[in-house]
């Protein structure tokens, strides 16, 4: 399971691309909120 201090060392650009890929909307411009979509996603 990815935690979020791995998350954290990840780009904005790099959650993005992870969020598309996972189908997830990026309208969240901050780091702390594509991180907890990412987050969400995975606790489904």
């Known amino acids: 399971m990815i935690n979020t201090g791995t998350l ?3 780009t904005v ?3 993005k691309i992870a969020l ?3 189908g997830v ?3 969240g411009l901050k780091k702390d ?3 907890k979509r ?3 996603y ?3």
């Open 8 to 10: 954290n060392k990840l």
């Open 13 to 15: 650009v790099q959650l």
């Open 20 to 22: 598309q890929e996972l």
């Open 25 to 27: 909307s990026v309208s």
């Open 33 to 35: 909120d594509l991180i």
């Open 38 to 40: 990412i987050e969400e």
């Open 42 to 44: 995975l606790t489904k």
